[in-house]
């Protein structure tokens, strides 16, 4: 049963990115600078599961559309990290993400996924050497999640 529920879920995204890059002609890049810094591997995290142990995300391009893949996993029990969609916009100093973002520890919201859709935004403050996302409010449960993605 879970592989299907699996199976089901890993169709559906395929399926909205698809939509989603059919639904808009190419990602706005305002400073190509910052879209040559973001396409490429990168490291992710979500502080919850650990700051030592990053996972990867790589950002790729296609026909002018940048998408973005990544995942970072616990060591040792099921925490988990996603992340997939598509870049909308590009600036200087923070890109637009539309997409999925799945989070999974197991002391928020009872251990169970927390799946966000929509668009996000991914902002460098200071002299910080990663966006971080800004929708940091964990819409399942009373927590901030600090989702970033490191420079390479």
Excluded at 11 to 21: D, E, P
Excluded at 138 to 144: L, V
Aim: net charge positive; hydrophobic share 40%.
């Amino acid at each position: 049963m879970k592989s299907i529920l699996k199976f089901i879920l890993a169709v559906t995204l395929v399926a909205m990115f698809i939509a989603s890059a059919a639904a808009q002609e190419k990602t706005i890049v305002r400073d190509a600078k910052a879209k040559a810094m973001l396409l490429g591997r990168h490291k992710l995290s979500l502080q919850w599961i650990s700051w030592d142990y990053f996972g990867s995300a790589t950002v790729s391009e296609s026909h002018g559309i940048l998408g973005i893949e990544g995942k970072q996993k616990g060591h040792g029990n099921g925490d988990l990290l996603t992340i997939e969609g598509m870049i909308v916009s590009i600036d200087a100093r923070q890109f637009v993400f539309e997409g999925t973002i799945t989070t999974k520890v197991s002391h928020i919201n009872g251990g169970k996924p927390c799946v966000r859709q929509g668009d996000f935004t991914f902002k460098i403050t200071g002299k910080r050497r990663y966006w971080r996302m800004q929708e940091m409010d964990n819409p399942c449960d009373e927590a901030t999640d600090y989702v970033d993605i490191y420079f390479r």
